[in-house]
């Protein structure tokens, strides 16, 4: 049977520390008193598997945008990208993520690319499913040009529960769609800003899976896809 098909999941490293500790405490509470070292157990499982980072199967024709993070599609909204990573100062169709604290936290790369900015501002921690996250809340951008020279922008964002974003790449590194280039630690949510013109093909409240779904195929002039709840 595959890794992918059984619930135990390939941990991420970053998520080692936070499972021995946890671990440990769970030690300690049996030693207190057995009914606390039970729910001990349940918080380090819980830990393990809010660290997991399962392979995924990447689509790689060019143009398509796949999301950066699992969870849903919380905003679809025109909206000017983070200063701080140099883009034109105009609105662009802004895709929001939200992932819950039940959802695997490795981020994507949404495309193909080289990283022309990396930047981290500091900032609040609201609840990450409000609009107002993405300009008040801390957060970490990355501006990727794409090679038809067009750039996308990617920017993870702390959540209400989140306190600590991870980003594992760096300006003029280039990134290979679905390539894992952060995390960020118990909840929170990733926007991703197409290039002027783009249509998103994603619809608010679908479930998104990293590395996987499509958000968008550039290279199409497809309409936006109409969309129930069944």
């Known amino acids: 049977m595959r890794m992918r098909d059984t619930f135990l999941k390939p941990m991420h490293p970053e998520g080692r520390r936070f499972v021995a500790i946890f671990a440990a405490i769970t030690v300690v509470l049996f030693l207190i008193w057995q009914p606390l070292g039970w729910l001990g157990v349940g918080a380090t499982v819980w830990c393990y598997y809010f660290f997991r980072d399962p392979k995924r199967i990447t689509p ?10 699992d969870g849903v599609v919380s905003l679809i909204e025109p909206a000017v990208p983070p200063a701080e990573l140099g ?3 105009v609105p662009l169709t802004r895709v929001s993520v939200f992932m819950s604290v039940f959802n695997c936290h490795v981020n994507r790369a949404p495309v193909a690319g080289r990283v022309t900015a990396v930047a981290y501002r500091p900032g609040k921690f609201f609840n990450a499913s409000l609009d107002k996250a993405s300009t008040d809340n801390e957060r ?8 038809d020279g067009r750039t996308l922008a990617v920017v993870q964002i702390a959540g209400l529960v989140a306190r600590r974003i991870v980003c594992f790449t760096a300006p ?3 990134l ?3 390539e894992r280039f952060g995390l960020i630690r118990f909840g929170s949510r990733l926007d991703v800003y197409l290039p002027e013109g ?3 093909l994603v619809a608010l409240g679908q479930t998104m899976i990293a590395g996987e ?9 497809e309409a936006t896809r109409p969309a129930r709840t069944d």
């Open 172 to 174: 003029d590194r280039r």
């Open 198 to 200: 783009s249509v998103p």
């Open 87 to 89: 883009m034109p100062d």
């Open 140 to 147: 970490n951008g990355l501006a990727i040009e794409m090679a």
């Open 60 to 69: 790689v024709r060019e143009g398509l945008v796949v999301s950066p993070a």
């Open 213 to 221: 779904t499509v958000i968008a195929d550039l290279a199409s002039d």
């Open 176 to 178: 290979s769609a679905g």
